[in-house]
């Protein structure tokens, strides 16, 4: 289920830096592939921690970017080092295994 995959994404962020969020979200941001919409995921994730809120609308984002995926997309996340992009690549694959 692609839920838990996005669940376990998420988690994977709790220990990283607000800087490394915030840069990563700025390395996103110069790209020019599909991969670009992620920056808005970092950046939310970053002023959610930042302000005590939840993560709730980037999550929302990232279903949605999940949802929309193809085979290209698919190539981009797995060149990610962070472990958040393998379980993003985990929730790609198995959102195509259940349609």
Avoid: C, N, Y
Avoid at 30 to 42: E, G, T, V, Y
């Amino acid at each position: 289920m692609s839920e838990e995959h996005l669940d376990e994404a998420f988690a994977s962020l709790e220990d990283v830096p607000i800087r490394q969020l915030q840069l990563t979200a700025e390395a996103l941001e110069r790209r020019k592939d599909s991969l670009r919409q992620f920056a808005s995921i970092f950046r939310k994730v970053d002023h959610a921690r930042e302000g005590g809120w939840d993560d709730s609308l980037a999550r929302f984002h990232l279903g949605q970017a999940v949802d929309h995926a193809d085979d290209e997309f698919a190539e981009q996340i797995g060149e990610g080092s962070l472990p958040f992009w393998q379980h993003v690549l985990k929730a790609v694959e198995a959102r195509e295994e259940g349609s």
